[in-house]
Every structure is written in structure tokens, then in C-alpha cells.
């Protein structure tokens, strides 16, 4: 892992310490607990999207799985919240196995129907399943994850806990990226077939790669059910998969970073523009919030048409030029 990295995630660990001092408010501290699962979800599909090159617009399925295995097991079987964690993730891994093996053999547009129709489907057993999931009425009273005898039952200690497994997941990524896989996942995105010419068995990363995203966003669904103590079909619909594609392609597809800060601005925009429609109510300007998806969809045309890398390539391009440009004009100054 490169040295950035390291003062990255020191970063990162210093901001989560600071923000529960800085706000008092509960409930934005409950958004910044969504906006941690978000994260943890974006980063397993960049890591699937941006370096293995391969589209999936049904992760919402695999967030959904691991809710619902949290919520079952520990409602209706009684197990500890951490042994249903790690039974959905280990659920979403075998699934991601029976829908990898065959949808990763196609390419472009046709794995991005195949993945969605997945999600579809997964989204109807959730609503069609009553007698499992509990239908469009969920499953209520899911039990608070404890850690060390400590029940994880404010927003504050809860925001601790995801921030930190965001943190662990965020160094997993960034070593598998600096590694030997890491290198082969990004032959495979360059050419598949140059990968597998050099003796890259592309077949098998992909599995891997798909199985590891898919245990990410599982975590993060187990983490939601934890944390909000109910569950229904709703959040887990084909459109928050395409909204987590979208905070990938916000931040930047090839960058885990970028896909940690396009998860980060598009989860607070929501809350952003609830205060901007109260805003403009109070002037007398009517604005409805079905206006976000309006929004969302500019914000991710404006990015692709203009900064196609995402914003933190778009960054880093606009400092080097700007670097570059301050040290034309020394030059001509001095000569």
C-alpha cells in the first residue's frame, strides 16, 4: 500500500474522531451512519466496477441479503447478531457464486441486464416471501449488535462502529489493490483477453472479485438492519443499486477513493436539498422532492460529459494543471 494511502486513512480515522465533538445532533449523526454503509457497499463494487471492469446494477440484492439474514436469524431463530452477520455474508457469498459463474461470462450491456434482472428478482422474494421476510410489513425488533458487553444502541457509539469497519474495509481494498490481484484486476479491465494471454486467470479473479463486493455491501445490509432495528423491501429496490453505480461513477470508477468520496456527498445531497426545498418554501418557491432523482441524474451526466475519471481524477488533473501552469509562468519570469 503506498504511502498516501497510510496518511489517507489517518485522515479519514482523525475526521471520524472529530465529527461526534463537532455535531450534537443525533439524527445527522444518524445520517452519517448511512453514509458509512454506503461507503462500505461503494467500495466492494469499485472494486468490482473500477478495477475488474465488470457492471453489476444489482448489488442492492446482496445488501438486501444480508439484512434480512440478520433480521431472520436473530428474530425468528434467536442467533446472536454476529453469527447472523457472518452467516449473510457467507449466504451472499454463495450466491454470488450460482449468479457470477454463468453472468460473468458475458460482456458490456448484457451483464448489466443480467445483473438487474438478479436484483429484480431478489427485491420480489422480499416482497413475495411473507412468510420469511414478512412482505411489504418486514421484520421488526432486530436486536443491537453488542461489542465487548456494549450494546451499540445510540447513533454515536453506532457511528463509531460502522466509520471503523469502513476504515478496516478501506485497508483490505487498498492492499488487494496494491497486490499481485490487484494488478491482475486491472489486465482484466484493460483486455481481457491480453490478461489471459499473460497467464491471468481472469475467470477466477472475476468469481473472486464479485464474491468479495458481494460481502461488502452483505456487511454493510447486516450493519443497516443492526442499526435501524426493522427492515422492509423497499431500500433494497433495483434504483438503490443504480443510485450505489452512481455515487461510484460520481467519485471516480478507478479510484477507491474516489468511490469512498462519491458515496460520502451523495448520501449527504438528500439532506441537503431537504434544507434547500425549506428554504425555498419559505421564500414562496414551490419545490418538490421528486425533483431529486432530476438532480441525481444531472449530477451524473455533468460528470460523465465532463470529468469522465470522476470528480477526484477531475481533481488531481486540475492541480497538475495548475502546478504546471504556476511553474511556466517562473520560468518566464526568471528567464
Known amino acids: 500500500m503506498a504511502q498516501r494511502d497510510y ?42 466496477m473500477g478495477y475488474a471492469g465488470q457492471i453489476s446494477l444489482g448489488h442492492s440484492a446482496f445488501y438486501g441479503i444480508g439484512a434480512y439474514a440478520t433480521g431472520i436469524l436473530t428474530v425468528t431463530l434467536a442467533w446472536s447478531p454476529w453469527i447472523a452477520l457472518g452467516a449473510g455474508a457467507c449466504f451472499a457469498a454463495l450466491v454470488a457464486v450460482v449468479v457470477g459463474v454463468p453472468s460473468l461470462r458475458l460482456k458490456g450491456h448484457y451483464l448489466a441486464m443480467a445483473t438487474l434482472g438478479f436484483g429484480a428478482i431478489v427485491h420480489i422474494v ?35 462502529f460502522s466509520w471503523a469497519v469502513v476504515i478496516l474495509g478501506l485497508f483490505f481494498a487498498l492492499n488487494l489493490i496494491h497486490s499481485r490481484v490487484g494488478r491482475g484486476l486491472r ?45 422492509d423491501p423497499g431500500p433494497f429496490d433495483v434504483m438503490h443499486s443504480v443510485l450505489l453505480v452512481t455515487m461510484v461513477a460520481v467519485g471516480g470508477m478507478h479510484n477507491i477513493w474516489g468511490a469512498l468520496i462519491g458515496a460520502v456527498l451523495l448520501s449527504i445531497l438528500p439532506e441537503f436539498l431537504s434544507e434547500l426545498s425549506d428554504y425555498f418554501g ?18 451524473l451526466l455533468a460528470i460523465m460529459l465532463f470529468l469522465p475519471g470522476g470528480l477526484v481524477e477531475g481533481i488531481r488533473n486540475f492541480l497538475r494543471f495548475s502546478f504546471n501552469a504556476v511553474a511556466k509562468i517562473k520560468r518566464r519570469a526568471f528567464s
Open 7 to 48: 496518511f489517507g486513512l489517518i485522515i479519514v480515522a482523525v475526521i471520524v474522531t472529530l465529527i461526534p465533538r463537532l455535531i450534537e445532533n443525533e439524527y445527522y449523526i444518524g445520517i452519517l451512519v448511512f453514509t458509512a454503509l454506503n461507503c462500505l457497499t461503494c467500495m466492494g463494487l469499485c472494486l468490482l
Open 126 to 160: 422480499f416482497v413475495a416471501a411473507v412468510d420469511l421476510t414478512g412482505g411489504p410489513n418486514g421484520i421488526a425488533r432486530i436486536p443491537h449488535l453488542d461489542l465487548f458487553g456494549i450494546e451499540l444502541s445510540t447513533d454515536k457509539s453506532f457511528f463509531y
Open 187 to 231: 489486465a482484466i479491465h484493460g483486455s481481457q483477453d491480453a490478461a489471459g494471454s499473460l497467464g491471468v486467470n481472469t475467470a477466477r479473479y472475476k468469481i473472486q472479485i464479485f464474491i468479495l463486493s458481494a460481502v461488502y455491501a452483505s456487511v454493510a445490509g447486516s450493519l443497516y438492519a443492526s442499526f435501524v432495528n426493522y427492515i
Open 282 to 299: 419559505g421564500v414562496g418557491i414551490s419545490y418538490n422532492p421528486d425533483y431529486d432523482m432530476l438532480i441525481y441524474g444531472g449530477i
